[in-house]
């Protein structure tokens, strides 16, 4: 088993530390809506969903948990999400680290990272290149939400 980073990217919004933060868990409910369905929160921290996803051209549905696992506003979130379908054949474990910087009075840099664990071969050979590009998709809509809320 291996940890592998699946994204990485890094943008400049035109907005305070503050505003940015307040409006980041929006953006990433947004960035997920796709193929998200049946979302139960269960605490400030925790929450499970469905998500409809294509392996090779094949409708999943993937059973999410997701826990907040360290929240620093308006510095630092990070967030663990166990993903698991086709009958057990697929055990993905991610955990998304997102940091947030001021860059003077009315900027903030963001950093955002995934990083995938637990990953066995025959997963790492079939379904690595989908679990990046999705991953990267997803950021890429956080920060397109960011700059339009902003």
């Known amino acids: ?18 505003r940015v933060w307040n409006l980041l868990g929006r953006a990433i409910f947004d960035s997920m809506g796709k193929g998200l369905e049946q979302m139960k929160v269960i605490d400030e921290n925790n ?13 999943i549905t993937m059973q999410i948990r997701g826990e907040t696992s360290d929240i620093t506003p308006p510095e630092r979130l990070v967030t663990k999400l166990g993903t698991k379908g086709m009958g057990g054949l697929v055990n993905l474990n991610q955990v998304i680290y997102i940091t947030l910087k001021p860059e003077g009075q009315d900027k903030t ?42």
């Open 109 to 150: 840099k963001i950093e955002a990272w995934a990083v995938a664990t637990g990953l066995n071969a025959l997963f790492k050979m079939a379904l690595l290149g989908q679990v990046r590009h999705q991953a990267k998709e997803i950021f890429g809509i956080i920060e397109q939400r960011l700059k339009q809320w902003a």
């Open 47 to 59: 929450f499970r969903a469905n998500l409809k996803v294509k392996v090779f051209a094949i409708p």
């Open 1 to 18: 088993m291996s940890e592998v980073e699946t994204a990485r990217t890094s943008f400049v919004i035109e907005a305070p530390n503050q």
